[in-house]
């Protein structure tokens, strides 16, 4: 039988293991008797982290020949406005971004690289600048096998419920939920805010699951009616 007693002696010899040396202080510790830490100044933190910070963003190789043709494009509000340097890898395929002594703010960094990846999921490039443009619109990819799995034909027609008669239904979605849709082979990329990005997976994944276009046309147009009503 287990001596409590001898137990107790155990736990207190554990216990002592994990002390800390040099106990807090009074001034260190808060009313509840929690320690205390200073905040950490941001102009601290960026003075301990060595060199410029950097990001790398990998471009597909079906992304190539729109990367030539808008480059420019993507290269003069990553320089001008963010502060950023940036330079492609042509061996290793891929952007890299790195800070400069005038990038002003950490967070232009990952602005940028946002912004890159969404033009390498294949967004247009007036779209994806508005990533840099305003703070509250973000990306979401989901796998039409994630909603349901189909595969053959029945794969190629919940492709083409999604995207509608000359893209008609695709626009729908977009006007209707102000957000923007990649359909790339099984995958869906949504850019939006995060209200929007919600109402538009919806009605995608309902097409998935085979509701007609016009049920669905139907449901956005009440919503519009809601948002519009909002405003």
Partial sequence: MMNLDNNSDDESVVIDKFKIDGPMKDDDMDDDNKPRYAPINVDDAEDDKSGPQGRKVAVPSHRMAPLKRDWMKIYEPIVTHLKLQIRMNTKAKCIELRTSEYTEDLTMLQKASDFLKAFMLG????????????????????????????????????????????GKTKY????????????????????????????????????????????????????????????
Avoid: Q, W
Avoid at 142 to 165: E, N, P, Q, W
């Fill in 123 to 166: 967004f247009e490039i007036n779209d994806a600048l508005a990533l840099l443009r305003l703070d509250e619109l973000y990306l979401e990819s989901f796998d039409i096998y994630d909603v349901k799995m189909l595969h053959g034909d029945h794969m190629s027609r919940a492709v083409g419920r999604i995207v509608g008669k000359d």
């Fill in 172 to 231: 729908v979605i977009e006007n209707t939920t102000r957000t923007r849709l990649v359909i790339a082979d099984t995958k869906i990329h949504i850019m939006g805010s995060f209200n929007n990005i919600k109402i538009a997976r919806n009605a995608v994944a309902d097409l998935i699951l085979g509701s007609p276009p016009g049920k669905v046309y139907a449901k956005l147009r009440t919503i519009s009616s809601r948002i519009s009503e909002r405003f």
